[in-house]
Nanobody, 116 residues
Framework: VQLQASGGGLVQPGGFLRRSCAAS????????VGWFRQAPGKEREFVAG?????????YYKDSVKGRFTISRDVARKTVYLQMNSLKPEDTAVYYC?????????WGKGTQVTVSS
């Protein structure tokens, strides 16, 4: 599968953004798909994920629970990350990732900056 990510940008604290990640080749069926982020000087970290493309198996980093929502559109072969109530500490480059067995695929990272 190949991933095409979009979204991101500059937003004020308390604002919202949505990122999307589409499977341009193949589908996400059976994949575990997630979002990661990497802030300057920090390691890349998990943000949210859908385990084996099962909408009932959603996982979130504790600090984004209640603010971020991961969702999917099966027909569009796309996974979304809705980010609400954004905080300056959410500033990072955001990546989507798809995993199936030992294979993993990364989408292009996009900068999300939360600043007044």
């Amino acid at each position: 599968v190949q991933l095409q990510a979009s979204g991101g940008g500059l937003v004020q604290p308390g604002g919202f953004l949505r990122r999307s990640c589409a499977a341009s080749e193949g589908t996400f069926s059976g994949y575990t798909v997630g979002w990661f982020r990497q802030a300057p000087g920090k390691e890349r970290e998990f943000v949210a994920g859908i385990f084996r493309w099962n909408i009932n198996s959603l996982y979130y980093k504790d600090s984004v629970k209640g603010r971020f929502t991961i969702s999917r559109d099966v027909a569009r072969k796309t996974v979304y990350l809705q980010m609400n109530s954004l905080k300056p500490e959410d500033t990072a480059v955001y990546y989507c990732k798809a995993v199936w067995g030992s294979a993993d695929y990364w989408g292009k990272g996009t900068q999300v900056t939360v600043s007044s």
